[in-house]
């Protein structure tokens, strides 16, 4: 590589990216996803809407709605209706679950015959609907351990302690998953742009014509929109600490590395779809479709990994941001940093993501008319 | 007029088809896209992954492991120390770890409180807190504990919370979004970009005219996805059940791609070139699939996030598309999810109507 040429064509595509309105995307853009995310996505169970249909009212039947109604994670309403009644309303998405406390509650159960509690948990929205459901189950098993505490013989207790994230709180949780997917979102759409518009301009003549080698054309394209991504490292490392306040514990200098690491893997899946397609909107639906969905899906954020079976565990393993995401949760929550080897071979692992993607690019990038 | 109408929609038909790589990126996002989110994903907790330090001898505490089985909890996998099983917890091979130490077994044949000890990795929240509640369940059971008291539990319209048919059909969603704000807007601003899209303006054409019939055969090719996705993928292999009717469904999807190609439209006005846009739809779409309450319920977003989400059709059309595949609604009661799409979209679709159709 000519470094005189390589660093005129570098200078030319940056004051070309800082001249266009682009820049302002470029910074504007990671932002925003991350503040969007950071607090609309909630992945517990809170405020869920539970109406209480106590038949009952007697004083077992109002401890247990009291449970309900100081938990947390239900906005309880105790309503006397009938259950057609209660039907429509979960039918009308009003109202999430319903809890139906039999008329002789108190009675049956003192007198230790079986009863039952009815609960009906609006399940079209699968996940979580089974959350709740354990909600519901945790909160009426406490308010029965809570009563039969008396009879204690030869008890069970369970010491729990919760590891990362002590207070369970869902920034810590969610944040750093998020800046796997920005940075993997962001970097690529530009990159995925840069090649494919020249072709469709017709500018890419100019680099046909040119001395210019393949290698030096790429790193050409890859060396200005890595610069201007790189500030994103630092930006989205502020917001997370003093916006959304999740720990750090690891090392920086990892955190910066591995960044810079994924950023590079990004960009080159961006070029490398600018290589292969022929016009922009191809481009643009293709490098959505290769890197939102799996970005989001298999961060972390919404399901371990360890809980993935079958085709969507490969699958997992083969997009990047699977390797980044565990050394960000480990950077930013756990904090074991380069003692761990697994952390050690991520880096690695996305290295050669980097080097693979972009030598494809360079291979299957032509210099002549077809 | 309706010749001139025609006449371009079919225009922009034959050009969509002649870009092959187009028909086959959108071909593979309405049938593979959706089958691969249908079918890998997850989020329920299952297959929490268990391990497990014995201690003991082995009697109480297999048979409390015996009861960790499937489909939530994958055969949980023994270690030989305590900091073998956290090295495991670090590196995030296992959710949750057990501790059972040396007299956790003598304690509780002796009538005394015995403890198990649990490690939890609590970024992954929902799989920590269900394990738990089934340990606590399993306890209670175990130290035969009486509680006569029996909860029946209704999964309502989706008996076994199969969350396979939910991923499916809020993946097509999203994708119907994607494409019919980017089809559009890509329509729009390619003829911007090659400069004749102020020739068309000053054609003897009503522009008004040639905008509907662009946006329009834009729409058709969405709606041709939305057909063929629901046949082949969505009721075809993953059966999602239709406790409402499909047509009402159709015609949702229908105004929802309306407004999809309005807010396109809107996108095409402000980009100058097919960068701009793929960057403003991508700021204009992430907020509008994530945030439209397909992952997160709105109430429990932050309040500012809840009255933003007002403006996004895709809010009433997921509600909406819930509530007909699932819930079984009938049309009355579907009223607000048509008149939130109607209008929200019909304000969008007017602002970039009158936006794009300016010449200076």
Not at chain 1, 25 to 30: A, Q
Not at chain 1, 71 to 77: C, E, G, L, P, Q
């Given at each position: 590589?000519?470094?005189?040429?390589?660093?005129?064509?570098?200078r030319?595509?940056?004051s070309?990216?800082?001249?266009?309105?682009?820049?302002i995307?470029?910074?504007?853009?990671?932002t925003?996803l991350?503040?969007?995310?950071?607090?609309?996505?909630r992945?517990?169970?809170?405020h869920?809407?539970?109406?209480?249909?106590?038949?009952?009212?007697?004083?077992?039947?109002?401890?247990?709605?009291s449970?309900?109604?100081h938990?947390?994670?239900?906005?309880?309403?105790t309503?006397?209706?009938?259950?057609?009644?209660?039907?429509?309303?979960i039918?009308?998405?009003?109202?999430d679950?319903?809890?139906?406390?039999?008329?002789?509650?108190?009675?049956?159960?003192?007198?230790?015959?079986?009863?039952?509690?009815?609960?009906?948990?609006?399940?079209?929205?699968?996940?979580?609907?089974?959350?709740?459901?354990?909600?519901?189950?945790?909160?009426?098993?406490?308010?029965?351990?809570?009563?039969?505490?008396?009879?204690?013989?030869?008890?069970?207790?369970?010491?729990?302690?919760?590891?990362f994230?002590?207070a369970?709180?869902?920034?810590d949780?969610?944040?750093?998953?998020?800046?796997?997917?920005?940075?993997l979102?962001?970097?690529a759409?530009i990159?995925?742009?840069?090649i494919?518009?020249?072709?469709?301009?017709?500018?890419i003549?100019?680099f046909?014509?040119?001395?210019?080698?393949?290698a030096?054309?790429?790193?050409?394209?890859?060396?200005?929109?890595?610069?201007?991504?790189?500030i994103?490292?630092?930006?989205?490392?502020?917001?997370?600490?003093?916006?959304f306040e999740?720990?750090f514990?690891?090392?920086?200098?990892?955190?910066?590395?591995?960044?810079?690491?994924?950023?590079?893997?990004?960009?080159?899946?961006?070029?490398?779809?600018?290589?292969?397609?022929?016009?922009?909107?191809?481009?643009?639906?293709?490098?959505?479709?290769?890197?939102?969905?799996?970005?989001?899906?298999?961060?972390?954020?919404?399901?371990?990994?360890?809980?993935?079976?079958?085709?969507?565990?490969?699958?997992?393993?083969v997009?990047p941001?699977?390797?980044?995401?565990?050394?960000?949760y480990d950077?930013?929550?756990?904090?074991?940093?380069?003692?761990?080897?697994?952390?050690?071979?991520?880096?690695v692992?996305?290295?050669l993501?980097?080097?693979?993607?972009?030598?494809?690019?360079?291979?299957?990038l032509?210099?002549?008319?077809? | 007029?309706?010749?001139?109408?025609?006449?371009?929609?079919g225009?922009?038909?034959?050009?969509?088809?002649?870009?092959?790589?187009?028909?086959?990126?959108?071909?593979?996002m309405?049938?593979?896209?959706?089958?691969?989110?249908?079918?890998?994903?997850?989020?329920?907790?299952?297959?929490v992954?268990?391990?497990?330090?014995?201690?003991?001898?082995?009697?109480?505490?297999?048979?409390?492991?015996?009861?960790?089985?499937?489909?939530?909890?994958?055969?949980?996998?023994r270690?030989?120390s305590?900091?073998?099983?956290?090295?495991?917890?670090?590196?995030?091979?296992?959710i949750?770890?057990?501790?059972?130490?040396?007299?956790?077994?003598?304690?509780?044949?002796?009538?005394?409180?015995?403890?198990?000890?649990?490690?939890?990795?609590?970024?992954?929240?929902?799989?920590?807190?269900?394990?738990?509640?089934?340990?606590?369940?399993?306890?209670?059971?175990?130290?035969?504990?009486?509680?006569?008291?029996?909860i029946?539990t209704?999964?309502?319209?989706?008996?076994?919370?199969?969350?396979?048919?939910?991923?499916?059909?809020?993946?097509?969603?999203?994708?119907?979004?994607?494409?019919?704000?980017?089809?559009?807007?890509?329509?729009?601003?390619?003829?911007k970009e090659?400069?004749?899209w102020?020739?068309?303006?000053?054609?003897?054409?009503?522009?008004?005219?040639?905008?509907l019939?662009?946006s329009?055969?834009?729409?058709?090719?969405?709606?041709?996805?939305?057909?063929?996705?629901?046949?082949?993928?969505?009721?075809?292999?993953?059966?999602?059940?239709?406790?409402?009717?499909?047509?009402?469904?159709?015609l949702?999807?229908?105004?929802?791609?309306?407004?999809g190609?309005?807010?396109?439209l809107f996108?095409a006005?402000?980009?100058?070139?097919?960068?701009?846009?793929?960057?403003?739809?991508?700021?204009?779409?992430?907020?509008?699939?994530?945030?439209?309450g397909?992952?997160?319920?709105?109430?429990a977003?932050?309040?500012v996030?809840?009255?933003?989400?007002?403006?996004s059709?895709?809010?009433?059309?997921?509600?909406?598309?819930?509530?007909?595949?699932?819930?079984?609604?009938?049309?009355?009661?579907?009223?607000?999810?048509?008149?939130?799409?109607?209008?929200?979209?019909?304000?969008?679709?007017?602002?970039?109507?009158?936006?794009?159709?300016?010449l200076?």
């Open positions: 590589m000519r470094r005189g040429i390589l660093k005129a064509y570098i030319k595509e940056l070309e990216l800082l001249r266009s309105r682009l820049i995307m470029v910074y504007l853009l990671p925003m991350m503040l969007l995310f950071g607090y609309g996505i992945m517990e169970v809170t869920a809407r539970i109406a209480i249909i106590d038949n009952d009212q007697s004083r077992l039947s109002n401890l247990l709605v449970k309900f109604e938990s947390k994670y239900f906005d309880a309403t309503t006397v209706m009938g259950e057609a009644e209660a039907l429509r309303k039918k009308q998405a009003q109202s679950a319903i809890i139906m406390i039999p008329a002789s509650f108190e009675k049956r159960l003192l007198k230790g015959q079986p009863t039952q509690i009815g609960v009906f948990v609006d399940a079209a929205f699968p996940s979580r609907g089974s959350t709740m459901e354990t909600y519901v189950q945790g909160v009426i098993l406490n308010a029965a351990s809570d009563l039969s505490s008396s009879e204690m013989k030869g008890s069970i207790v369970i010491n729990q302690r919760t590891l994230n002590q369970m709180r869902d920034e949780a969610i944040v750093p998953g998020l800046i796997g997917l920005v940075l979102v962001a970097p759409i990159a995925a742009l840069l494919v518009k020249e072709k469709e301009r017709g500018t003549f100019n046909y014509a040119s001395p210019l080698s393949k030096e054309f790429i790193a050409a394209k890859l060396i200005p929109v890595f610069l201007l991504h790189s994103n490292i630092f930006i989205l490392l502020l917001w997370a600490l003093y916006l999740v720990p514990r690891g090392s920086f200098w990892l955190y910066w590395v591995a960044s810079e690491l994924y950023i590079f893997v990004s960009i080159s899946i961006g070029i490398l779809i600018s290589v292969i397609t022929r016009t922009q909107i191809v481009a643009v639906v293709l490098t959505v479709m290769v890197t939102i969905i799996p970005g989001f899906m298999y961060s972390g954020i919404i399901m371990p990994i360890s809980s993935m079976v079958g085709m969507s565990r490969y699958e997992a393993h997009f941001v699977m390797y980044y995401n565990h050394i960000l950077v930013f929550l756990v904090g074991e940093g380069l003692a761990s080897e697994k952390t050690q071979l991520y880096l692992i996305l290295a993501y980097g080097a693979f993607f972009l030598s494809l690019g360079t291979i299957w032509r210099k002549e008319i077809r | 007029m309706s010749r001139i109408f025609w006449s371009i929609v225009k922009e038909l034959i050009g969509f088809i002649r870009s092959w790589q187009l028909v086959l990126v959108v071909l593979y309405f049938t593979m896209e959706v089958y691969i989110a249908g079918s890998g994903i997850e989020i329920n907790p299952r297959n992954a268990v391990g497990y330090v014995d201690g003991t001898a082995g009697g109480l505490s297999q048979k409390i492991l015996t009861r960790l089985h499937g489909p939530e909890f994958l055969s949980p996998r270690f030989n305590q900091s073998e099983l956290s090295r495991a917890i670090f590196d995030k091979e296992i949750v770890g057990l501790v059972f130490d040396e007299d956790f077994e003598k304690k509780w044949r002796q009538n005394k409180r015995a403890q198990l000890d649990i490690l939890m990795d609590a970024t992954a929240a929902s799989q920590a807190y269900t394990t738990l509640n089934y340990l606590q369940h399993i306890i209670l059971d175990i130290s035969k504990v009486n509680i006569p008291v029996d029946v209704h999964k309502l319209f989706n008996q076994n919370a199969d969350n396979h048919t939910f991923m499916a059909l809020t993946e097509l969603l999203s994708i119907i979004t994607m494409l019919s704000i980017i089809l559009t807007a890509v329509v729009f601003v390619r003829e090659q400069g004749t102020d020739l068309m303006l000053l054609m003897p054409v009503n522009p008004k005219v040639i905008i019939a662009k329009f055969s834009q729409i058709i090719v969405v709606m041709t996805g939305i057909v063929i996705s629901l046949g082949f993928v969505v009721l075809g292999t993953f059966n999602v059940p239709v406790n409402g009717s499909l047509s009402a469904f159709l949702l999807s229908f105004f929802f791609v309306f407004a190609s309005g807010i396109g996108i006005a402000v980009a100058r070139d097919v960068m701009q846009v793929a960057q403003l739809s991508i700021v204009v779409m992430m907020p509008m699939i994530f945030l439209s397909a992952w997160t319920p709105i109430y977003m932050h309040p996030l809840q009255y933003v989400s007002y403006v059709p895709l809010r009433y059309y997921i509600e909406g598309s819930e509530c007909i595949f699932y819930r079984g609604t009938e049309w009355i009661d579907l009223w607000p999810y048509f008149l939130g799409v109607i209008a929200v979209g019909g304000v969008m679709y007017l602002i970039g109507f009158r936006k794009i159709g300016r200076f």
